[in-house]
């Protein structure tokens, strides 16, 4: 089956932890994204990678990191510089552009710091 | 990127059709409106998107203004697995960003 794979599903770290959460696609896109969710809120854009070995900031990149070494993987490192990290932290990848485009989720992380 | 505003929910029966409307007035005519949906605690699915002309798939109907400052998407008989939010995106011809609002709540009463 072909998709997007985030782990782990909950994650629990203290405060002052860098922790790195995984994202693998293995549906051959070239385009990647994180976004950020808090409750009752909609998505926010933390990066993206059009391309291997490339990436740009999104809207709430302050506190984030990523690396694109491989088409299949976009991890996200939140640093301890991230003032409020605790969050839902949603993986994407995209397919198209023009009048094709869709852009499919992970599951995502839901990430407690305290 | 062209806002869209949409109703905070909005409530349905089982079994009968809903529309969910979406305001878009500084849209751009090179400007694509998406529709995805979020179950809760799960990722956003893709549900349909339009330029111009109304569009049906398996999932929904997106009925599109003549001028194109509105859109709506019809779910043609709700059921209770369609309880989400649904947002409305504005992207452009060649975006490869999408941009998500607070979306509607939709609540399905059984």
Known sequence: DGGITQSPKYLFRKEGQN?????????????????????????RLIYYSQIVNDFQKGDIAEGYSVSREKKESFPLTVTSAQKNPTAFYLCASSVGTGKIYEQYFGPGTRLTVT | DAKTTQPNSMESNEEEPVHLPCNHSTISGTDYIHWYRQLPSQGPEYVIHGLTSNVNNRMASLAIAEDRKSSTLILHRATLRDAAVYYCILR????????????TILRVKS
């Open chain 2, 92 to 103: 452009h011809e060649y975006g490869n960003k999408l941009v998500f609002g607070a979306g």
């Open chain 1, 19 to 43: 922790v790195t959460l995984s994202c693998e696609q293995n549906l051959n896109h070239d385009a990647m994204y994180w976004y950020r969710q808090d409750p009752g809120q909609g998505l």
